[in-house]
């Protein structure tokens, strides 16, 4: 009884098999992010992004954190516009450029982000993707900094995956985990 109901599970599982050729632009991403800063700051993020067409797609998030040892919250909120050229059928150069806003709590001065960056996204393996970008990051509050930002994705199946993030910028570490959903 028991080996029939694994064998009818897994031949139910084979349609949902991941296609690796396929980089989707069209996704919903929730997840924990932390911000190894000084000082450090953690929470819950959701992040999106919609293929206008097969070169541009739009994207954005929104992530609600707590800096740790003090009694201020942090919000952030961004939107961006991104291009892809496909340079072979599993890999895509990407360019992007995003408007981010950082919310403070308690009379903190809210700064206006402005970022771009440049990179590759590449399936890699059967069920695997990553990419990689180089950035620019710039406020009105402080100078500008260069960043690396690299990431993975396993997917399940053709909607389900799970995404893992980092983002290196003047000594300062922001790491993304979570599920997506791609359609």
């Known amino acids: 009884m028991k ?16 296609n690796a050729d396929e980089l989707s632009y069209n996704y919903l991403e929730a997840g924990y ?14 992040n999106g992004s919609f293929a206008i067409n097969d070169n541009f797609h739009v994207f954005g998030g929104y992530s609600k954190l707590d800096i740790d040892n003090t009694p201020v919250d942090l919000d952030l909120w961004n939107i961006g516009l ?23 709590d308690h009379g903190f001065r809210d700064p206006d982000i402005w970022r771009g960056e440049a990179g590759v996204r590449s399936v890699l393996a059967d069920r695997l993707e990553g990419w990689a970008l180089a950035g620019y990051e710039d406020t009105d509050v402080a100078s500008g900094d260069v960043y690396g930002k690299v990431g993975l994705q396993y997917k399940f199946t053709k909607t389900w995956g799970l995404v ?3 983002k290196f910028i003047d000594g300062d570490e922001q790491y993304f985990i979570g599920p997506r959903m791609s359609f």
């Open 3 to 18: 080996v029939t109901l694994i064998t009818l599970a897994l031949a139910a599982a084979i349609p949902l098999a991941a």
């Open 33 to 46: 992010s932390l911000y190894n800063t000084n000082p450090d700051a953690e929470g819950a993020t959701l």
């Open 82 to 104: 991104g291009y892809r050229y496909g340079l072979n059928a599993s890999t895509d150069l990407l360019v992007r450029g995003a408007y981010e806003k950082a919310n403070l």
């Open 164 to 166: 893992a993030e980092a």
